[in-house]
C-alpha cells in the first residue's frame, strides 16, 4: 500500500554534489590521490576547511541565554537591519526594505518562490544554473524555465533573456527571475556593467507586463574579484539593480554561509526592496507567515554574532581582512586554472574569481565517470562540468586541467 502522494513516490534519494563529495572523500580516506572539486566549500592548501577567526570568536561570546532562546519568527530586528546595510550600504533604498531571516540563502530562495510565484508557474534562471533551484521549485510545485545564458561572443545573452521573460509573462501575467552574479554559480561568470544595465532595461521595458520579482542571488559576491572592467562587481550591480525600485520587485539572497565561512550555521536573509509603504507592510507579513510555516525561526546565536560583527566597525574591518586572505587565496588558483585551461584548449566562460567555473563538454556524464575513475571528481550536468576551485589546492590544478582535457 503506498502512503507517499504519487508526485513524491520517485523522489531521488541523495543530492548528486553531496554523494559525489562522499565518494571522493571515500576514495581519499582509503589512500588514493584524490581530487575532488565537487563541494561547493572553501579549503586551504592542505584541505582543511576555511574559517575567519573573528567569526568563530564571535560565536563563541554570543551569550548562552541569547543562543537558547527564541529568535524572533522574521528574525531579529538588529540582524535585519545590518544585511540590508550589508548589501545595499547606505544608499536611501536600504531604508525600503522587508526582510526576514532564513536558514543559508537557500531559504531565502525557497520564500521567493513561495511569495512571488502561484503553485504552477515557473521561475526563469539561466541556462547553467546551480541545480537546487530546480529541487526548491519542484518541492514547492513551481516550474523552472531557462534563457540561454552566453552568445555566440561568450558574453550574456540579453536577447534571450528579453524573449524569454516577455515569454514568461505572457503565459503568467508575472515572473520570478533568479540571476546569480558576481560568481554566478556553476560558470563562475560574473555580469559586467554594460551587462547590468541591459537587463536592467530589459526589465523596465516589460514591467508594465506585469510584476517582475528579480531575485539576486549574491552568495558568492564578496569573493569577486576586482577587474579592469568593474572595479567592486558587487556595487556595479547595485548601482544598476536598485534604479528598478517601483517598477519591479527586487530582492536579494544573502547568506552567511560564504560571505563568512559558516556553512553550517545555517544564516541567511531575504531582502526586499519598495519604495511603496503598504507594498512593503504585506511583503513582510507574508514573509513573516513563511517563516513560521516552514522552519518557525532561524539561528538566535548565529544572528547575534553576524549581527555584531556587522554593526561594530573594527570587527567588520578585522572580517573583511581576514576574508581578503582568502579571496587571495582563490584568485591565485583562478589564475593558474586560466592560465593551464587556456593553454589546454578548454572552453569555458569568462572566469574572474568565485568558487566554481564550468568546462564545456558534449558528454559532461560520460567524461566525469571517465575522470572518476583517474581520482578526478567534477559535477557533471547537461553540456558541461562544474569545478569547484574552492576546494582544490593550487598544486592540483594542472593535474585537474590534464584531466579534464583527455576527457572532454
Not at 563562475?188 to 514591467?207: A, I, N
Not at 517582475?212 to 572592467?229: G, N, P, Q, W
Request: net charge neutral.
Amino acid at each position: 500500500m503506498p502512503f507517499l502522494i504519487p508526485s513524491r513516490e520517485a523522489r531521488p534519494g541523495d543530492d548528486p554534489i553531496f554523494a559525489l563529495n562522499a565518494e571522493a572523500r571515500a576514495r581519499a580516506q582509503g589512500g588514493e590521490a584524490i581530487v575532488n572539486a565537487t563541494v561547493g566549500s572553501l579549503l586551504d592548501d592542505e584541505g582543511n576547511i576555511a574559517t575567519l577567526a573573528t567569526v568563530v570568536r564571535a560565536l563563541h561570546e554570543v551569550p548562552p541565554a541569547v543562543g537558547a532562546a527564541y529568535a524572533p519568527i522574521a528574525g531579529s530586528a538588529d540582524f535585519l537591519r545590518a544585511i540590508a546595510r550589508d548589501l545595499i550600504g547606505d544608499r536611501p533604498e536600504a531604508k525600503m526594505t522587508a526582510a526576514a531571516a532564513t536558514p543559508g540563502g537557500t531559504g531565502a530562495l525557497r520564500h521567493a518562490i513561495a511569495n512571488f510565484l502561484e503553485p504552477g508557474q515557473s521561475l526563469l534562471t539561466s541556462s547553467f544554473y546551480w541545480g537546487p533551484y530546480k529541487t526548491l521549485a519542484d518541492e514547492s510545485d513551481r516550474g523552472l524555465s531557462v534563457f540561454r545564458m552566453f552568445d555566440e561572443q561568450g558574453g550574456l545573452d540579453v536577447a534571450a533573456f528579453r524573449s524569454a521573460l516577455a515569454k514568461t509573462l505572457a503565459e503568467q501575467r508575472r515572473a520570478l527571475v533568479f540571476l546569480n552574479s558576481p560568481c554566478h554559480n556553476p560558470t563562475g561568470y560574473s555580469f559586467d556593467g554594460d551587462e547590468w544595465r541591459k537587463l536592467r532595461e530589459v526589465v523596465e521595458e516589460l514591467s508594465s507586463s506585469g510584476p517582475i520579482t528579480l531575485c539576486l542571488d549574491v552568495a558568492y559576491a564578496r569573493f569577486a574579484a576586482a577587474t579592469s572592467r568593474d572595479a567592486q562587481p558587487m556595487e556595479v550591480m547595485m548601482d544598476e539593480m536598485l534604479k528598478l525600485a517601483g517598477k519591479a520587485l527586487v530582492v536579494f539572497a544573502w547568506s552567511a554561509s560564504k560571505s563568512f565561512l559558516q556553512y553550517g550555521l545555517r544564516v541567511g536573509g531575504l531582502v526586499a526592496v519598495t519604495p511603496d509603504d503598504e507594498d512593503r507592510r504585506r511583503i513582510q507579513n507574508a514573509l513573516s507567515y513563511s517563516c513560521r510555516g516552514t522552519w518557525s525561526n532561524v539561528n538566535a546565536g548565529g544572528m547575534s554574532a553576524l549581527s555584531r560583527i556587522l554593526g561594530d566597525t573594527d570587527l567588520r574591518a578585522q572580517v573583511d581582512r581576514e576574508r581578503k586572505e582568502y579571496v587571495s587565496l582563490l584568485a591565485r588558483r583562478v589564475s593558474r586554472f586560466n592560465e593551464v585551461a587556456s593553454a589546454a584548449g578548454l572552453k569555458y566562460p569568462r572566469y574572474d574569481g568565485g568558487f566554481f567555473t564550468t568546462v564545456f563538454c558534449p558528454d559532461a556524464y560520460g567524461s566525469a565517470e571517465k575522470l572518476k575513475a583517474s581520482g578526478i571528481f567534477v559535477v557533471p550536468q547537461a553540456g558541461a562540468l562544474r569545478v569547484a576551485l574552492c576546494s582544490v589546492a593550487e598544486r592540483d590544478v594542472p593535474r585537474l586541467v590534464e584531466g579534464i582535457a583527455k576527457v572532454v
